[in-house]
């Protein structure tokens, strides 16, 4: 019984801990979006994003038209135009971000692969994220709805 109150308490005290440090656990807006080097849609169709919502839960993670079920999310923190470079042919003035490193928020759907998230959001502060897709750098706001 000890070990099973003391596992419990452990799990609570950390999960509340990092959505304390990052509060991601929301409803986030799409604004706006900032082309990327190689897009796979074109301006048109990126601007019909613009509104669109991603939602990050516990238990579900709405990510504009995919569902993640029962997700888990991981945070690192990255060199930013190493990170940007390597993965989305970018640098850091393209997206207007001053620091050095910033904080990745990876979202994996099947928790059998943790490895390779199937997800990454750009935390730039507490209330802006960045969801690099289809070639485009989608950048979101909380919900204050």
């Known amino acids: 019984m000890r070990l099973f109150l003391l596992i419990t308490f452990s799990f609570l005290f950390f ?5 304390a440090q990052f509060n991601f656990l929301d409803t ?26 991603i939602s990050l839960k ?3 993670a709405i990510m504009l038209y995919d569902t993640c079920k029962n997700p888990m999310y ?10 940007l470079r390597r993965d989305y042919r970018a640098n850091s ?6 620091s ?10 099947d928790k059998k692969t943790k490895d390779i998230a199937d ?17 485009y750098f989608f950048v979101l706001k909380k919900n204050d709805l």
Do not use: H
Request: overall charge negative.
């Open 15 to 19: 999960r509340n801990i990092a959505q």
């Open 28 to 53: 986030w807006q799409v604004f706006m979006f900032k082309s990327g080097e190689i897009a796979e849609i074109d301006n048109k169709e990126a601007q019909k994003i613009i509104g669109g919502k």
């Open 58 to 60: 516990n238990d579900l």
């Open 74 to 83: 991981r945070v690192r923190e990255v060199n930013t135009n190493e990170y």
């Open 93 to 98: 003035n393209t997206l207007g971000i001053q």
């Open 100 to 109: 050095n490193t910033i904080k990745i928020l990876e979202i994996f759907c």
């Open 119 to 135: 997800f990454d959001l750009v935390m730039t502060n507490d209330s802006t994220l960045i969801f690099p897709s289809l070639g």
